[in-house]
Structures are given as C-alpha cells and as structure tokens.
C-alpha cells in the first residue's frame, strides 16, 4: 500500500488506481512495485517459523506482487478481501466452492458466462449441488424461486452477451435476511461504474483477463469478498492451491494504473457507436444498457455511473453468408471470444441454446462488439462497410 493508503479523505476511482498499492519508500524509490518470483521464504528462527511471523511464509500464498494488486481492488471495491486466481473462470469456480456445499441449491442467471454454465452442470451436479437458471430480469419475484435449501444466487449484471441490468438491490432485500450469499460478475463496468458490494452483493468476482489488464496479453481474475464472506473465501481457495503468476500480476497491476482513463475513453466511444447504429435501417436493437431505449435502463441509470466498452446490437435476419460477408473483410475490427482489451473486436453469437430459462425472441443475428481505442471516426466506417457488405449479401437493401 502507498503511505496515503490509511488516509480517510475520500478517494475518487482515478485516485485510487493511480496511488493504491505501490510504496516507493519500500521498493527503492521506484514508483511500480517490482515483480517478486520465489517459493521459499526463509525464516530467522525456530520462534519466528512457529509463531509465522513473517509477512510471507510461502510463495503461493502471496507477495508484494500481488498484494499491490489486492490492495487496489479491495479499495474500488469495498470489500474486505481481494484474492487472484489464474482466469476468470478459476474465479467464479473458487468462489461458488466457497459458499456451496452437497445437498445445496444455487440460483444461477440465465445469462452466465458459459463455461460457467459448463462447470455448474457438470462438477457441481457431480458434487451434489444443484444449479437452477432464472430470468435475470426477476428482480424482487425471485423469492418465489427460494428453496429452503437455496445457499447462493449468482448475478452478472448486464449479460456479457445480451445486456440484461439485473435489480441487485431488489435481488438482495429478499435473500439477505435468509443468509443466501449473492454473487456478482462485474467484469463489464468494473468498479469505476457500479460497486455490487455496495448494494447489498456478498462477493463480486472480475474476469481481470478483461478490463483490469486491458493489453490482451494475460489471464487472470479476481475475488472481493464482505467481511461475513472473506474467511471462507480464503479457506477454499488455499485448499484448492490457487496461485497467479507474479509476472501476471504486474501486468495486471499496470493495467489497473489506466483502468478509469480506458473505461472512460472505451465507454464512451461505445455509446456513441451504439446510439449510431439505433438509426442504422439494418439495425433492430441495440442492446446497450445506457441508451434510453434499454428494457432496463432506469435500473442501470439508478446503480451505475457509467459503462463499458461491450455492447450487442441485433441485424435484420439474413443467412450466415451475409455474416460472413461483414465480419471477414473487417479492418479495424479483428474477430476474437475475448474484449476490453485496447482493439476493437467484433463477434456474432448465437443465443438460443445457451438459454434454458428463458426464451431468446429475436430473430435477427446478434453482433457483439467490444469498442477499442481506434480512433472513433475510423470504427465507424469500418463498421459501416461491414453493414454495406452485410446489406449486399441479404435481401434488406440500404
């Protein structure tokens, strides 16, 4: 932690990740904390190793590396425990295993990250749990959905794929006074635009891969737990051995020294984009939750305080020919699973059968795309092109 870090001034996002977590006074006087690679840590003495009194007793239970970067999450956050796990996904798994036990229930939005589907159907059931999906638009209705035996609900908040704003507070009201933990995925808006802690979310969990790292160039993700929650947490994930690399570390620590600069540069450019392409005549929908038009934008204007660099938008129905026709020949825009990196990127998706709880209504194709630091102008026209291309290969002329 920097010397200012106890000060109780309050702190803005930007201030926070620009000071947070360094101390030059310990490290030489260089401003970024180094990368600290080891195992073993000596101790002085019988006493000393007894008593473990030294601030790290192993390498894989931490060191100033990750610390640097616990220290500034758990600050935007505020959370009372941050720990780092290897991808997002070792994130959210480590964290269910925290609060699930044999025998439980879990409520899981129908919108999850799909490999978060995948592990909740298969490693989960084989562990006696069961995972049921709700309609992330539920709100306070889903008290009708509680079982006695209901130990946690996930939320993820806006889908990353389709955009749905989940009622957390609403969600929260009715499950705290039952002891249910509420999970949240906050990898779009980071904590720079909505603290799910704050709002009544037990653990808030980040694919760091995503806008903490903002390069593309590592895996990672991050766990922020209450102070009722962080015991647990902790226990589960040193019995499960999880470690990050402390190069990752670094990067995603300078990462995070830019985290409100992008979001507040990629956000906007993505809003702009997704407020053009509601007049674009092959555009159905924009699935964009800070446009006016979103199903649930009051609940978006209401927690958070700006968004992300991801949205959707919906094209008029066409055969995948005229998909590939717009998407192949993209310049700027490269195809890729992954976003908030720096680039652009654009990816169709199909929804229908990541769905069980609720029923998917469109029939146009669904384009995600992320909105990098290019030069707005330029991802306009590239975009446009595609759409030009699109409009070629189908039946909808401009």
């Known amino acids: 932690m920097s010397k200012n870090d106890t000060n109780s001034t309050p702190k803005s996002p930007a201030t926070i990740v620009t000071h947070h977590g360094r101390n030059p006074?310990?490290?030489f006087g260089f401003v970024n904390t180094p990368i600290v690679r080891g195992s073993t840590v000596l101790f002085d003495s019988y006493e000393q190793i007894k008593g473990n009194k030294r601030t790290y007793a192993y390498g894989r239970h931490g060191n100033p590396t990750d610390d640097a970067v616990r220290h500034v999450i758990t600050e935007l956050e505020h959370g009372a425990e941050t720990l780092l796990a290897p991808s997002g996904v070792n994130a959210i798994t480590t964290a269910l295993l925290s609060v699930l036990s044999?025998?439980?229930d879990l409520l899981m939005c129908d919108t999850v990250y799909e490999p978060t589907r995948q592990f909740c159907d298969s490693v989960l059931q084989k562990m006696g749990i069961t995972t049921r999906y709700y309609d992330p638009t539920i709100g306070a209705d889903i008290e009708q959905l509680l079982?006695?035996?209901t130990r946690a609900v996930m939320t993820e908040s806006p889908g990353s794929l389709t955009f749905e704003v989940q009622d957390l507070p609403a969600i929260?009201?009715?499950c705290a006074p039952r002891g249910i933990s509420i999970l949240a995925d906050n990898s779009w808006a980071s904590p720079i635009y909505y603290?799910?802690?704050?709002?009544g979310a037990n653990i808030v969990i980040h694919a760091g891969t995503k806008m903490f790292a903002g390069h593309s160039d590592v895996m990672f993700g991050t766990i922020t737990a209450d102070e009722a929650h962080a015991q647990e947490l902790k226990k589960t994930y040193r019995a499960l051995g999880v470690c990050v690399s402390p190069e990752d570390s670094f990067l995603i620590g300078r990462g995070l020294r830019t985290l409100e600069l992008r979001m507040r540069e990629q956000g906007g450019k993505a809003l702009a984009m997704a407020e053009w392409l509601q007049g674009?005549?092959?555009?159905e929908t924009v699935l964009h939750p800070a446009l006016?038009?979103?199903p649930q934008h009051q609940i978006f204007k209401r927690d958070f305080t700006g968004s992300g660099s991801l949205f959707s938008f919906i094209l008029k129905p066409a055969g995948e020919e005229a998909i590939a026709a717009m998407v192949d020949d993209m310049n700027l825009f490269g195809m890729g699973y992954s976003w908030g990196g720096y680039e652009s990127l654009i990816l169709p998706v199909k929804i229908a059968?990541?769905?069980?709880?609720t029923t998917w209504p469109h029939e146009g194709n669904l384009i995600r795309v992320n909105i990098g630091l290019e030069g707005y102008e330029d991802l306009q026209n590239d975009l446009a092109d595609g759409l030009e291309r699109y409009s070629q290969m189908s039946n909808h002329k401009l």
Request: hydrophobic letters at 25%; a neutral charge.
């Open 25 to 27: 006074e310990n490290q």
């Open 102 to 104: 044999t025998g439980d």
């Open 147 to 149: 079982q006695p035996n």
């Open 172 to 174: 929260a009201k009715v």
């Open 195 to 199: 603290k799910p802690l704050d709002l």
């Open 280 to 283: 674009h005549p092959l555009v």
């Open 292 to 294: 006016p038009s979103h």
């Open 353 to 357: 059968s990541q769905r069980s709880a």
